[in-house]
């Protein structure tokens, strides 16, 4: 069967598999574009998240460590020890414990943003698929 009995020439099919793919590569940059906006709101979120989180956090950590820095030098106190190295180690106990929960706090936040979170996924996944489309069309 020749193109002509189809009723379309191949300049024709030509035009049609051009506009196809204009149309498919449109859809896919709105795509990409949505997708992208989707992910600039996800750092957004995450990064809002740390920010409040360190600021209500650093209040209230404060008056909280204050207090188990004052409780525990309280003990060693009445362990006899003297009251300045009871205070400098009940300070330095404190702090290495709190350092340990913020380590773990800013590690969770960091691999939140961590650049593979936030590959367009959907978009990369289409672009192949419309990749082997126009493939087999040729």
Do not use: C
């Not at 189809?6 to 795509?31: A, C, M, N, W, Y």
């Not at 992208?36 to 600021?55: I, M, N, P, R, T």
């Amino acid at each position: 069967m020749s193109y002509a009995q189809h009723g379309r020439s191949v300049p024709d099919l030509l035009g049609g598999l051009v506009s196809d793919v204009t149309g498919l590569f449109r859809k896919e940059i709105q795509l990409a574009k949505t997708e992208a906006s989707e992910k600039v709101d996800q750092v957004v979120g995450a990064s809002v998240s740390l920010l409040f989180g360190a600021v209500l956090g650093l209040g209230a950590l404060r008056v909280v460590l204050a207090a188990l820095v004052t409780a525990l030098a309280a003990v060693f106190v009445g362990m006899d020890m003297q009251p300045t190295a009871a205070n400098s180690l009940a300070a330095a106990i404190v702090a290495v414990v709190v350092g340990i929960i913020a380590w773990m706090l800013i590690s969770k936040g960091l691999s939140a943003l961590k650049a593979s979170n936030l590959m367009p996924n959907r978009t990369t996944h289409s672009l192949a698929q419309d990749a082997d489309v126009v493939k087999e069309k040729f």
